[in-house]
């Protein structure tokens, strides 16, 4: 929008610019051209007076003049009809301008050429004797035009030039304007990306003309209840979550309690699915619960050490694995201590999340590996397994909320963990991928923002 308002700005500037100058350098065109001929014809005219005259003073005088002018101008003066006055100068009448002056009595214009002028300016007047109307001769003067031209080019050099540099300081001042102009709009358009990446506190100033005012306040107000409602739903789930984690405790211990003390196998086998069917429901409102959270936003990432956080969790991970003879190793390229900037808690729970559905799908035996490299202004964390993978279906499926998939075990999960994962580590800047592990199973990407400083 800002080019098409400078574009237009300069247009229109053009157009004026034209309309003015233009006109201006045709008028002082005509001008010096009128003035040329105006000064060549009053010499003509003086001369042919002189060679009306036709008495030795007269005659000297012509001689002079014709001379002089000659010197001082890029004139050439021929004369004709007085074989005893200015000989040098004269010229038989054969030429047709001094032919036609002889014949008419009429002085004659010749620019030669149609369009302004030609090399040459060519005017011829007649002579007459003292007192008598009959033409006695004639005096045709051939004046240079490249004087003229070169100073034709400078009226028009020194307009061009000049309509550039107006041009050019209409194009800073329109788009300074333009800048100006566009502001508001830009303001709001910055605050619509800030909602689409999924900050609603965004707000957009209200400045600008009335009408964008009134666009600001109406989009403010629309944010401000969007805001309000979002909130609303945030705290509704975390507190419902928080308010079903303990009714479902209890049944479950009522349920181990039941199966504690009965000997049928049947009663026993249906209290197992129903504690099954609570232990997920469980997860299910722990996962509510940390996507809430998560969602909220309520930390601001900072530098923390990735493999200090890396090697805590995997601390914490490798009994489970040992139970199942799984193999949990630390690889990578990374010196000294990286840092990345992530909330606090956030990459535990990424790095819990992960990890259980590697350990979920690793067969006995399996191994997983976590990988760190740094690369340049990114830290990318990859968790590999060996387990069956995933379809490319199944891939672009697996960060939506309740999808779930089956590990080895046949158990199926909340559906939210990797839900969880994306939604934290897009907080903090960073993005997560699936991709296929080399020799089978699945590849989990997670890159990260390098922090400027640097680890002890």
């Known amino acids: 929008m800002i080019r098409q308002l400078v574009r237009s700005y300069i247009l229109l500037v053009a157009v004026a610019v034209a309309l003015f100058t233009v006109p201006v350098a045709f008028s002082l065109t005509a001008q010096l051209r009128s003035e040329t001929k105006e000064s060549v014809m009053r010499e003509a005219n003086t001369m042919a007076i002189l060679l009306g005259n036709g008495d030795p003073a007269s005659c000297q005088a012509l001689q002079q003049m014709a001379t002089a002018y000659g010197d001082k101008t890029p004139g050439e003066v021929e ?44 005017i ?25 031209t070169g100073r034709l080019w400078q009226i028009w050099a020194f307009r061009a030039g000049l309509a550039v540099v107006v041009l050019g300081v209409a194009a800073v001042i329109g788009a300074a304007a333009a800048r100006r102009i566009t502001r508001p709009l ?63 405790t209890a049944l479950r211990l009522s349920l181990d309690n039941i199966a504690d003390g009965v000997d049928d196998d049947f009663v026993k086998e249906d209290v197992e699915q129903a504690t099954a069917e609570v232990v997920r429901m469980s997860r299910l409102v722990n996962g509510l619960l940390v996507l809430a959270r998560a969602e909220a936003k309520v930390t601001a990432a900072e530098p923390l050490p990735l493999l200090d956080i890396v090697r805590e969790r995997l601390a914490v991970w490798r009994p489970a694995a040992d139970e199942r003879g799984v193999t949990i190793t630390l690889r990578g390229s990374a010196d000294g201590r990286p840092l990345v900037l992530t909330s606090p808690g956030h990459l535990d729970q990424v790095l819990d999340n992960v990890l259980s559905n590697a350990l979920e799908v690793s067969p006995d035996g399996g191994t ?89």
Request: contains cysteine; hydrophobic residues 35%; glycine residues 12%.
């Open 79 to 122: 004369v004709t009809g007085n074989p005893d006055c200015a000989p040098n100068l004269l010229r038989p009448a054969g030429n047709a301008a001094l032919t036609r002056a002889l014949e008419d009595g009429k002085p004659t214009t010749d620019w030669g050429s149609s369009f302004i002028w030609g090399p040459e300016l060519e």
């Open 124 to 148: 011829t007047v007649p002579a007459r004797a003292t007192g008598s109307e009959q033409v006695s001769g004639a005096v045709r003067v051939l004046y240079s035009t490249s004087g003229m």
């Open 186 to 248: 830009r303001q709001l358009n910055d605050m619509a990306s800030k909602f689409s990446d999924g900050d609603l506190t965004a707000r957009s100033p209200v400045t600008g003309p009335p009408e964008t005012q009134t666009l600001a306040r109406t989009l403010n107000q629309g944010a401000e209840r969007l805001d309000t409602l979002v909130a609303s739903q945030r705290i509704f789930v975390a507190d419902a979550s928080h308010q079903l984690r303990t009714p479902l």
């Open 368 to 456: 997983i590996t976590v990988q760190v490299e740094p690369k340049g202004a990114e830290v990318v964390l990859s968790v590999l397994d060996e387990g069956p993978g995933m379809s490319d279906t199944d891939k672009s499926r697996a960060f939506d909320r309740f999808w779930r998939g089956k590990g080895l075990t046949g158990k199926a999960g909340s559906g939210l963990g990797l839900a969880v994962v994306k939604q934290l580590v897009t907080d903090d800047g960073g993005a997560v991928t699936l991709g296929d592990a080399p020799g089978g199973g699945l590849k989990v990407t997670i890159t990260l923002r390098a922090s400027s400083r640097s680890g002890g």
